[in-house]
Structures are given as structure tokens and as C-alpha cells.
Nanobody, 121 residues
Framework: QVQLVESGGGLVQAGGSLRLSCAAS????????MGWYRQAPGKQRELVAG???????NYADSVKGRFTISRDNAKNTVYLQMNSLKPEDTAVYYC???????????????WGQGTQVTVSS
């Protein structure tokens, strides 16, 4: 029905930058909130940043001033620019989207498969 495909993860040194991308495809009429979550080993999944269709954003306190979320509605794609990375940012990052499917009646809470971000000290 709906697929989210992430890219852009990898290994970077502390202080470096990475840009994550997530493209949604399938039976999409529109997408409301898009966001990025992360889960470190032994920890719960947590919200990193979210963005509404109109561009309103919110961030976890731990990433404010370092990460920027953006989206391209025409491409059903969300981005996460991560600067000044720290070892504690190491986690699997998941894309999430609230999708209204083509029938105009069904909302799906869709997840990507995750992409690993590792920050070395």
C-alpha cells in the first residue's frame, strides 16, 4: 500500500554532518505529519523531529539547533539535516508518515525500515 524508503545513514566522526532522506510511495492521496524517530540499543524509540504538511516543525530538545527537518510535498519526501553530530546521536533512524490513502478514507501510520547512524568520538 504505502512504502517509506530511507537513505543517507552511515558512519561519521563527532562534529560531522549527515543528511537523511525518506521517500514515500504507493497509494497516497496526501500526507499529514512526517517525522523522524530514532532508537538506540537498549532504549525506547523517541521522536527526533516532525513536520506538518504546511511546514510547521517540532524538535526534541536534544537536537534543537543542530538538526533541521524539511519536506518536499510534491515528491512525498522528508529530509533530516544533522549537523554537529555527537556520539549520543548514534541510533537507528526511522521515517514515519501519516498517510491518507487514495480512497480518501483510510489513514495509515507508516514506517520505514530504518537507517543506521553511527557517530564516532
Amino acid at each position: 500500500q504505502v512504502q517509506l524508503v530511507e537513505s543517507g545513514g552511515g558512519l561519521v566522526q563527532a562534529g560531522g554532518s549527515l543528511r537523511l532522506s525518506c521517500a514515500a510511495s504507493g497509494s497516497i492521496f496526501s500526507i499529514n505529519i512526517m517525522g523522524w524517530y530514532r532508537q538506540a540499543p537498549g532504549k525506547q524509540r523517541e521522536l527526533v523531529a516532525g513536520i506538518s504538511y504546511g511546514g510547521g516543525t517540532n524538535y526534541a530538545d536534544s537536537v534543537k539547533g543542530r538538526f533541521t527537518i524539511s519536506r518536499d510535498n510534491a515528491k512525498n519526501t522528508v529530509y533530516l539535516q544533522m549537523n554537529s553530530l555527537k556520539p549520543e546521536d548514534t541510533a537507528v533512524y526511522y521515517c514515519n508518515a501519516q498517510v491518507l490513502t487514495n480512497n480518501g478514507l483510510t489513514w495509515l501510520n507508516s514506517w520505514g525500515q530504518g537507517t543506521q547512524v553511527t557517530v564516532s568520538s
